[in-house]
């Protein structure tokens, strides 16, 4: 059980609570609200998979009956 001791023993202390860049702090006060984020790209991403989806099984549609 001890055995791994003396072999880290001298090895240096790393830091392992650092936060991902996900979370990382942008600045302002703890408690203050953040800017809101641009969903703009999301929306149109969104509704495109939407219409193609759409497309898609009105051409199925039509070519099944």
């Known amino acids: ?3 791994l001791v003396p072999v880290v023993q ?3 202390p790393l ?3 650092a936060d991902p860049a996900i979370v990382a702090s942008s600045g302002g006060e703890p408690g203050q609200l953040a800017q809101p984020r641009d969903a703009s790209k999301l929306a149109l991403v969104t509704g495109g998979v939407v219409i193609g989806a759409i497309v898609l099984i ?3 549609l039509a ?3």
Do not use: C
């Open 1 to 3: 059980m001890g055995e």
């Open 15 to 17: 830091q392992t609570y």
């Open 63 to 65: 070519i099944l009956l």
């Open 10 to 12: 001298g090895l240096p």
């Open 58 to 60: 009105v051409i199925l």
